[in-house]
């Protein structure tokens, strides 16, 4: 077995039934008479299109983009849909996998390992430092009013678990990162977007015994990168006809169509379980979450709560909150709160 494939192999956990009654994420079925047919959730329905239909339009920066998509702009989204599994194996669209990752991860697990092996590695990524430093200086773990300025420091603040807790998102955010040119927006929504998603995967993981927190938050942002790939497939295809300008509604018609099938194939690139594909795969066959395993409804809900949160943070009128979507898709009262707590205050704490 390769290193990628052994620190990606999440440790069997027991069964629900044999931890004495804990607490798992469940699907609830609506109260009525016993004639009432349970009608199982769809993957999505007009509410939550319409709430991804507002996400989209803030990362491009339009008010619609129902327009028909022709002539020069069809042929481009029909060369996006003939080249975007290939595009997984072209360096300058396909987000490697962090190559530090795997050591990081196998030091984290090793209650041997000592800190100062810890703060070496980490000093291997610029930017991961950074966000160390940033997380240990956060109202949660600061515990004096003086600034953390120490890595070491930093790591015994921060502990194994707040370190894995940064791993998903931290380590991965220099993908995210795109050249200004059209639709500046697009790269910082999509980076928050997996911030967020990546906070309620890990509120979800923890009630769930067969989901591991961190594999779980990775799972979260592998669409979020799927749809970076696809943007800069996208302009690279519009540089290819000089004279057309870059239009928004084939850059959404892009993300909608691929972002979920690509995010299979970079997990499966990045030698990702079996069991960690099928969640992603459940994704992309858009199943009900009623008949997704475990690890699939997790990466669903958190999906579903960070693109939510993101449009909810950003509402100019008060209104019934979004998270009654995570409820109305089955998820029972109590966790459909934790969920959606971590997404929504995640992003504004780091």
């Given at each position: 077995m390769s290193v990628a494939a052994w620190f990606f192999a999440a440790a069997r956990k027991p069964a629900p039934s044999d931890l004495g009654g804990a607490l798992v994420p469940t699907l609830t079925e609506p109260v009525g008479s016993p004639s009432t047919a349970y009608v199982e959730p769809p993957y999505s329905t007009e509410a939550i299109e319409a709430a991804a239909g507002e996400a989209f339009k803030r990362a491009f920066g339009v008010a619609r983009f129902d327009y028909q998509i022709l002539g020069e702009h069809a042929q481009v989204l029909e060369r996006i849909g003939h080249d975007a599994e290939a595009a997984v194996q072209g360096r300058e669209y396909f987000p490697r996998r962090p190559m530090l990752l795997p050591k990081l991860m196998r030091a984290l697990n090793d209650p041997e390992c000592p800190r100062d092996e810890l703060v070496k590695l980490i000093l291997e990524d610029a930017s991961l430092a950074g966000s160390v430093l940033k997380q240990a200086n956060s109202a949660y773990y600061r515990v004096s009013p003086a600034r953390v300025d120490n890595l070491d420091?930093?790591?015994?603040?921060?502990?194994?678990?707040?370190?894995?807790?940064?791993?998903?998102?931290?380590?991965?955010?220099?993908?995210?990162?795109?050249?200004?040119?059209?639709?500046?927006?697009?790269?910082?929504?999509?980076?928050?977007?997996?911030?967020?998603?990546?906070?309620?995967a890990e509120a979800y993981a923890k009630t769930d015994p067969e989901c591991d927190p961190f594999i779980v938050q990775l799972l979260a942002i592998m669409e979020p990168l799927a749809r970076i790939m696809l943007f800069r497939l996208t302009m690279d295809k519009y540089r290819g006809m000089p004279n057309v300008l870059?239009?928004?509604?084939?850059?959404?018609?892009?993300?909608?169509?691929?972002?979920?099938?690509?995010?299979?194939?970079?997990?499966?690139?990045?030698?990702?379980?079996?069991?960690?594909?099928?969640?992603?795969?459940?994704?992309?066959?858009?199943?009900?979450?009623?008949?997704?395993?475990?690890?699939?409804?997790?990466?669903?809900?958190?999906?579903?709560?960070?693109?939510?949160?993101?449009?909810?943070?950003?509402?100019?009128?008060?209104?019934?909150?979004?998270?009654?979507?995570?409820?109305?898709?089955?998820?029972?009262?109590?966790?459909?709160?934790?969920?959606?707590?971590?997404?929504?205050?995640?992003?504004e704490a780091r």
């Open positions: 420091l930093a790591v015994r603040l921060l502990g194994t678990e707040g370190l894995k807790r940064l791993m998903a998102t931290a380590i991965t955010q220099p993908v995210f990162l795109i050249p200004k040119g059209y639709f500046d927006s697009f790269a910082p929504l999509t980076w928050e977007l997996a911030q967020r998603a990546a906070a309620a870059p239009r928004a509604e084939v850059f959404i018609r892009a993300l909608q169509r691929h972002a979920a099938p690509l995010a299979v194939s970079i997990g499966a690139a990045w030698e990702l379980t079996d069991a960690s594909l099928d969640a992603l795969r459940e994704q992309a066959e858009h199943r009900s979450p009623a008949h997704m395993r475990n690890m699939g409804r997790a990466v669903y809900f958190a999906s579903l709560a960070g693109m939510l949160a993101l449009v909810e943070s950003r509402r100019q009128e008060p209104g019934e909150s979004l998270r009654a979507l995570l409820v109305g898709q089955g998820l029972d009262e109590e966790h459909a709160a934790r969920v959606w707590q971590a997404a929504l205050t995640c992003h």
